[in-house]
């Protein structure tokens, strides 16, 4: 059964940086969209980016768009989520997903077990 492992979160200034990297165990990813996602304290889990299986197409939350990018190298079966220009709302633990091109996090069959991502002011 194919597992998703994400690594990369930890403790930031606000304007800071961050790269989350979520790679495939047990199964490939190269053929599927991809997503992430976030909760933060006391939220609901909310979306935040996915790339189809191509890479050409990405679609962002409004929240994040223009602060973080996500990419894939589908021959390390890997996705990643570029943060730039990072704030305290910005405060979750990140979570990546695999199965689909959605914005909607059950639409997606698997998961990972999340990073967390601190935004300190």
């Known amino acids: 059964q194919m597992q998703l492992v994400e690594s990369g979160g930890g403790l930031v200034q606000t304007g800071g940086s961050l790269t989350l990297s979520c790679v495939a165990s047990?199964?490939?990813?190269?053929?599927?969209?991809l997503g992430w996602f976030r909760q933060g304290p006391g939220k609901d889990r909310e979306f935040v980016a996915t790339?189809?299986?191509?890479?050409?197409?990405?679609h962002y939350a409004d929240s994040v768009k223009g602060r973080f990018t996500i990419s894939r190298d589908s021959a390390k079966d890997t996705v990643f989520l570029q943060m730039n220009d990072l704030k305290p709302v910005d405060t979750a633990v990140y979570y990546c997903?695999?199965?689909?091109?959605?914005?909607?996090?059950?639409?997606?069959?698997?998961w990972g077990q999340g990073t967390q991502v601190t935004v300190s002011s």
């Open positions: 047990g199964g490939s990813i190269s053929n599927t969209g």
């Open positions: 997903a695999a199965g689909t091109y959605s914005t909607v996090a059950r639409a997606y069959n698997t």
């Open positions: 790339i189809n299986r191509s890479g050409f197409s990405t």
